[in-house]
C-alpha cells in the first residue's frame, strides 16, 4: 500500500495550491483520509479529514481556506488551500485508514494506518 503526495511548492501570500494524495494497494473508499502538516521546529498537526460518510472536519487555523475532497473513482484525495499564508509553511502529510473512524478520533494521528512521504508547501511573505 502506498500513499503518494504531490503538489507542494514554493507560493506567495495570499496564493493557492491544491495537494494531492494518490492511493494505490487498495482501496479506501469506505475508510477515512486526512492530511497533517510539519512546520519547522514543531510538532505534526491536524489539517483537515474527510470520512467516506458525511462529514468534513478542518482544523481552525485553516477552515474557510482550505477544501478537502475524495474522488474515490480514482483513489485519489485532495486539499485546495487558498488565501495561504507564511504560516501554512510545512510539509503536508496525508493519512488513510481503511475503516471510517468514529467521530472522536478523525483529528489524531494514531487513527491513520497508512501514511504518505509529504510534500513540502513554502509560503513566501
Known amino acids: 500500500v502506498q500513499l503518494q503526495a504531490s503538489g507542494g511548492g514554493l507560493v506567495q501570500a495570499g496564493g493557492s495550491l491544491r495537494l494531492s494524495c494518490a492511493a494505490s494497494?487498495?482501496?479506501?473508499?469506505?475508510?477515512?483520509m486526512a492530511w497533517f502538516r510539519q512546520a519547522p521546529g514543531k510538532a505534526r498537526e491536524f489539517v483537515a479529514a474527510?470520512?467516506?460518510?458525511?462529514?468534513?472536519y478542518y482544523a481552525d487555523s485553516v477552515k474557510g481556506r482550505f477544501t478537502i475532497s475524495r474522488d474515490n473513482a480514482r483513489n485519489t484525495m485532495y486539499l485546495q488551500m487558498d488565501s495561504l499564508k507564511p504560516e501554512d509553511t510545512a510539509v503536508y502529510y496525508c493519512?488513510?485508514?481503511?475503516?471510517?473512524?468514529?467521530?472522536?478520533?478523525?483529528?489524531?494521528?494514531?487513527?491513520?494506518?497508512?501514511w504518505g512521504q509529504g510534500t513540502l508547501v513554502t509560503v513566501s511573505s
Open positions: 493519512a488513510a485508514r481503511v475503516n471510517d473512524p468514529i467521530l472522536t478520533t478523525v483529528r489524531l494521528e494514531r487513527t491513520y494506518d497508512y
Open positions: 494497494g487498495r482501496t479506501f473508499s469506505r475508510g477515512g
Open positions: 474527510k470520512r467516506s460518510a458525511s462529514g468534513t
